[in-house]
């Protein structure tokens, strides 16, 4: 990835467009991030910094419902995909927090019948 | 033939049957003790406890395109666990740079777990999913896979 | 012998033994022709070409055909807030003259590259996006690679997505797409080998760990796993040029898209895949 300052963070989630209470749920959420491990070297044989996200915590209706931490041995633009039993819906609010201070947070809306 | 043409012959197609090795299983559901820098990974998660196999799955495909992205899944079902609840899995690898992949918790009334990412491994290796259930317990899967270098390595 | 020699040996043979043709069947199954958004239009039976798809493991498959884990998403999404959003205040996007990509981008991406009557040359995609950007939006071209350009072309890809790669039929184009073949069949680099001796003359071979595809177009933009990110047709093709330590060709160039024609008009029929994952 080209490195350009303040670059905007990209990011793909999936979720069910309206669900029940106590159906099994699938949740995917994707980031932009290049998850830099720490281990490559550039091309004057210097070691790059690492550079990963390194927590991925998703809340619904103000609950924690999954977190995940992360290592460098996640693959770049990581995909993290879930499954949730739904009891209620509301508020899901995604949040990705790393290394050089790296925070993004996303929101959707988990719709009940 | 002379011996050490014979030698030549068999010590060349002895090299597949080294990098095609097949998948260690653990017999019984006692696990052994792994070495290393992934053995002490696997005890940190576990709190010096020996995992017992069973109850967690670990997917991935054993031939690799890429190491670079590699999907795996994880899973816990319902009844396998019943009536604990299911706290939290670990991803741990034998002979990446570090073994931690990733770790995975839950809500607290995590009755199952399904979780599918995309991980990167250095060279064919071990990898392994334990689970922390609710009664303190600890289940694991280990499966061996092979990771074919790219034949181009870019700059 | 001496033991040297009987270790070079024992290298030589087993070097033999791993470059000699491998049946594609030996490691994984082939997958059945899969069904879906690649391949709505198939080749007819008894075409020989095949995509790189049907090269790579099930898993990668997997990656491509579903939306929600083709990490080269990422890349189309960007593009269409891209295609939507205008540069600055007073500005023209992308949507003022062309208003809705599915209709105005239906089967671009699947006839380039094309001729430009400005330039009085073959363009591909990407240069056709900075001519825009700088004829039409007075707007500086983006860099070749960069993540706003590939997200452009991501998107504009995915609009040709099922339908196939359209023939050469421009007679402008005859000369470049025959200066491609050229560069296709002969020998470069240190290395001194064609595109032709792996791709038309060892495809489902193996070259170390990677099988050797046909190397058709059909899937750029694609995210690739050695890349851990998307890039171009072009950005694989200087890979391969690296790969026999040639001298590079520059990214719009006439060498680049002379070539990248020529693959077009080798490709023509193909289902077009794009954007999609490769190893």
């Given at each position: 990835m080209t490195a350009t300052p303040a670059r905007r963070v990209r990011t793909l989630i999936e979720l069910p467009s309206s669900t029940r209470a106590g159906e099994l749920i699938e949740i995917r959420a994707t980031i932009g991030h290049p998850m830099e491990t720490g281990y490559r070297r550039d091309a004057s044989g210097e070691l790059m910094p690492r550079n990963i996200i390194r927590m991925f915590q998703c809340e619904l209706a103000g609950r924690r419902i999954f977190t995940a931490e992360l290592f460098p041995a996640i693959s770049a633009n990581p995909m993290i995909a879930f499954r949730h039993r739904v009891q209620t819906g509301g508020e899901l609010l995604f949040r990705w927090t790393g290394d050089k201070a790296f925070e993004h947070v996303e929101r959707r809306l988990l719709n009940l019948r | 033939m002379t011996s050490s043409r014979r030698q030549v012959i068999l010590g060349a197609g002895a090299l597949p049957l080294v990098l095609t090795a097949g998948r260690v299983l653990a017999t019984g559901t006692d696990t052994q003790a792994a070495s290393g820098a992934y053995g002490e990974a696997i005890l940190r998660f576990t709190a010096g406890v020996q995992p017992r196999l069973g109850k967690i799955r670990l997917e991935i495909a054993t031939l690799i395109d890429n190491g670079n992205t590699v999907p795996v899944e994880v899973s816990i079902d319902e009844d396998a666990l019943a009536p604990a609840r299911i706290e939290a899995i670990a991803l741990v690898n034998e002979r990446n740079p570090q073994p931690e992949v990733a770790v995975f918790h839950f809500g607290a009334d995590a009755r199952s777990a399904w979780v599918s990412t995309r991980i990167r491994l250095a060279t064919s290796q071990k990898l392994m999913a334990i689970a922390r259930l609710s009664d303190q317990s600890f289940w694991s899967h280990e499966v061996e896979v092979i990771v074919t270098l790219a034949a181009c390595i870019e700059p | 012998m001496t033991r040297p020699r009987q270790l070079r040996w024992m290298i030589i043979a087993a070097m033999l033994f791993w470059l000699a043709p491998i049946s594609?069947?030996?490691?994984?199954p082939a997958s059945p022709r899969p069904t879906g958004q690649d391949h709505k239009n198939s080749v007819p039976a008894g075409d020989p070409r095949r995509s790189g798809f049907e090269d790579m493991s099930r898993a990668t498959q997997t990656l491509q055909r579903d939306d929600g884990q083709n990490p080269a998403m990422l890349w189309v999404r960007d593009g269409e807030r891209q295609w939507r959003q205008a540069p600055g205040p007073g500005q023209r996007s992308c949507a003022d003259c062309h208003a809705n990509a599915e209709q105005s981008m239906r089967g671009v991406a699947a006839a380039y590259p094309a001729w430009d009557v400005r330039l009085g040359r073959p363009v591909n995609l990407a240069h056709r996006i900075n001519l825009c950007r700088q004829n039409h939006q007075l707007l500086a071209p983006l860099d070749a690679g960069s993540d706003d350009l590939l997200g452009l072309e991501a998107f504009i890809a995915m609009q040709s997505r099922g339908l196939s790669i359209e023939?050469?039929?421009?007679?402008?184009?005859d000369s470049a797409r025959q200066n491609g073949q050229l560069l296709f069949t002969m020998k470069i680099g240190q290395l001194s080998m064609s595109c032709a001796q792996c791709h038309d003359e060892h495809p489902g071979q193996r070259l170390g760990g990677s099988t050797i595809p046909?190397?058709?177009?059909?899937?750029?933009p694609i995210y690739r796993l050695q890349w851990q990110s998307a890039g171009s047709l072009t950005r694989r093709l200087q890979a391969c040029l690296t790969g026999v330590r040639a001298r590079q060709f520059p990214a719009f160039g006439d060498e680049m898209v002379a070539l990248e024609l020529f693959l077009r008009h080798r490709a023509a029929g193909m289902p077009f895949e794009g954007p999609g994952v490769r190893p």
């Open positions: - | - | 594609p069947d030996a490691a994984e023939p050469v039929t421009d007679e402008r184009l046909q190397g058709h177009p059909t899937a750029y």
